[in-house]
């Protein structure tokens, strides 16, 4: 009896093997992108200034080992000061306006679009002009990059940008 139960216990951990593992195969993508400057420059920058009503130029390259896929660009205000794993650390303010100090925003900058990648890439210089509304409140900001492969592998980086009322000297 006590041969017969480790035979069927032996079995039924064979074919559980044989099933967990049938569905990941060495062709399967196992690698997320990249999302790495454009030779020497990429933009935006952690703690970058932007003035309100200007263009935001957006460069960075996408790579993938498979396939690209799509990529999403996001902006949010930072005036509660959270944070985002992807930083290299809080830009610091010298506006009285950067909400942290009790006032409430008025118009927060709110932008999130998605991108289509060409199909078959896997590599792509993305080079937009994103414009800058002029009555946004002036502040720090998130500027967050999502880019996504063909296999639903998800990269992200996070940089910290300003808005401000007029260029600094």
Same mark, same amino acid.
């Given at each position: 009896?006590?041969? =017969?139960?480790?035979?069927?216990?032996?079995? *039924?951990?064979?074919?559980?093997?044989?099933?967990?593992?049938?569905?990941?195969?060495?062709?399967?993508?196992?690698?997320?992108?990249?999302?790495?400057? =454009?030779?020497?420059?990429?933009?935006?920058?952690?703690?970058?200034?932007?003035?309100?009503?200007?263009?935001?130029?957006?460069?960075?390259?996408?790579?993938?080992?498979?396939?690209?896929?799509?990529?999403? =660009?996001?902006?949010?205000?930072?005036?509660?000061?959270?944070?985002?794993?992807?930083?290299?650390?809080?830009?610091?303010?010298?506006?009285?306006?950067?909400?942290?100090?009790?006032?409430?925003? *008025?118009?927060?900058?709110?932008?999130?679009?998605?991108?289509?990648?060409?199909?078959?890439?896997?590599?792509?210089?993305?080079?937009?002009?994103?414009?800058?509304?002029?009555?946004?409140?002036? @502040?720090?900001?998130?500027?967050?990059?999502?880019?996504?492969?063909?296999?639903?592998?998800?990269?992200?980086?996070?940089? @910290?940008?300003?808005?401000?009322?007029?260029?600094?000297?």
């Amino acid at each position: 009896m006590k041969k =017969i139960i480790l035979a069927l216990a032996a079995s *039924v951990a064979i074919i559980s093997l044989t099933f967990s593992c049938e569905g990941v195969s060495a062709d399967k993508d196992m690698t997320p992108p990249e999302i790495l400057p =454009i030779g020497d420059y990429a933009s935006p920058l952690n703690c970058q200034g932007f003035v309100r009503g200007s263009v935001m130029q957006f460069a960075y390259l996408f790579t993938d080992n498979v396939e690209l896929g799509s990529f999403n =660009i996001e902006v949010h205000n930072n005036f509660d000061h959270h944070t985002h794993s992807t930083e290299a650390g809080e830009c610091e303010s010298d506006h009285d306006h950067d909400h942290g100090h009790g006032e409430s925003p *008025v118009n927060p900058w709110v932008f999130n679009r998605d991108y289509t990648i060409p199909a078959g890439s896997t590599s792509y210089e993305a080079r937009l002009e994103i414009p800058i509304p002029e009555d946004v409140d002036e @502040g720090t900001y998130h500027f967050m990059i999502r880019v996504t492969d063909t296999s639903g592998w998800q990269q992200l980086r996070s940089v @910290g940008i300003r808005i401000l009322e007029e260029a600094e000297d």
